[in-house]
């Protein structure tokens, strides 16, 4: 999957970046709905569907989140 010239490489703060899901690689767990009950809601087959604007969690557990996907699904892309 091309990202442009976005990276999913690299560690942005999840303060100062914007939470993505590549949804080729979810596999529909719902961890993240778990952690980022504000951020993350489930669509009816239980794949994540995200808040516009992004992270409406604190970033530390929207880090927590990213690192913690058992498909290595969700990412931090920078917001610039
Ligand atoms: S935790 Fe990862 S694999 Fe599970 S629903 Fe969320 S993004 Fe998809």
Do not use: F, K, N
Not at 15 to 22: F, I
Not at 30 to 35: D, P, Q
Not at 50 to 72: F, K, S, T, Y
Request: glycine share 12%.
């Amino acid at each position: 999957m091309s990202l442009g010239s976005s990276s999913r490489t690299g560690t942005p703060q999840a303060g100062a970046a914007e939470l993505r899901v590549d949804r080729v690689d979810c596999s529909g767990h719902g961890i993240c709905a778990s952690l980022l009950p504000r951020t993350v809601e489930l669509d009816e087959w239980g794949y994540p569907v995200l808040a516009p604007g992004g992270g409406h969690d604190d970033p530390a557990d929207v880090e927590a989140a990213v690192r913690l996907c058992p498909a290595r699904a969700l990412y931090l892309m920078d917001r610039g």
